[in-house]
T-cell receptor
Framework: SQQGEEDPQALSIQEGENATMNCSYK?????LQWYRQNSGRGLVHLIL?????REKHSGRLRVTLDTSKKSSSLLITASRAADTASYFC??????????FGTGTRLTVIP | DGGITQSPKYLFRKEGQNVTLSCEQN?????MYWYRQDPGQGLRLIYY???????QKGDIAEGYSVSREKKESFPLTVTSAQKNPTAFYLC????????????FGPGTRLLVL
């Protein structure tokens, strides 16, 4: 399976701290994406990083990709209570559809 | 949740009953997708459609059926053959020019009575 796996499964931090979550996958990919899901809601696309990119930023988000290790990390800086959600990585290889990981549940304590 | 709507928000199914989940998008997207999410799990692809009047099975299509008669609509029917239908169902769409990014609806939670 190409499905990614996020680590840790759950993360609890204080507001203002940084949150780091990791994603590992099994096969070569074209790109890797991160999505956020608030409880009981749909997913929201956060950021996409292509296989030839190593790092990408978007506001308080920083994503890295290491294709040699088949891993990616998502860093959320200066976390806020509103960042509380589940975060999923999703990978795409060729013309295939997205494969989603099992998610990291982030809790930011005010 | 963008321009994708799903209804109803909650749906109850009796044993042996077929139920249909609605998904509508006003984003003019070509591709649409149905995913199933179980508690604490990631998303699994049920069906997808890249163009009107065409659709493909995903990883867990058994017990489900779809149609794509209009570009903006992609309803999912959960048939009586699906023995464990209780889950959260998510519809998504993507444009032809940005296949990578998918836009999701708010989801429908299906419960079995």
């Amino acid at each position: 399976s190409q499905q990614g796996e996020e680590d840790p499964q759950a993360l609890s931090i204080q507001e203002g701290e940084n949150a780091t979550m990791n994603c590992s996958y099994k096969t070569s990919i074209n790109n890797l994406q991160w999505y956020r899901q608030n409880s009981g809601r749909g997913l929201v696309h956060l950021i996409l990083i292509r296989s030839n990119e190593r790092e990408k930023h978007s506001g308080r988000l920083r994503v890295t990709l290491d294709t040699s290790k088949k891993s990616s990390s998502l860093l959320i800086t200066a976390s806020r209570a509103a960042d509380t959600a589940s975060y999923f990585c999703a990978t795409r290889a060729g013309a295939n559809n997205l494969f989603f990981g099992t998610g990291t549940r982030l809790t930011v304590i005010p | 949740d963008g321009g994708i709507t799903q209804s109803p928000k909650y749906l109850f199914r009796k044993e042996g009953q077929n139920v249909t989940l609605s998904c509508e998008q006003n984003l003019n997207h070509d591709a649409m997708y149905w995913y199933r999410q179980d508690p604490g799990q990631g998303l699994r692809l049920i069906y997808y459609s890249q163009i009107v009047n065409d659709f493909q099975k995903g990883d867990i299509a058994e017990g489900y059926s779809v149609s794509r008669e209009k570009k903006e609509s992609f309803p999912l029917t959960v048939t009586s053959a699906q023995k464990n239908p209780t889950a959260f169902y998510l519809c998504a769409s993507s444009s032809q020019t940005t296949w990578e990014t998918q836009y999701f609806g708010p989801g429908t939670r299906l419960l079995v009575l």
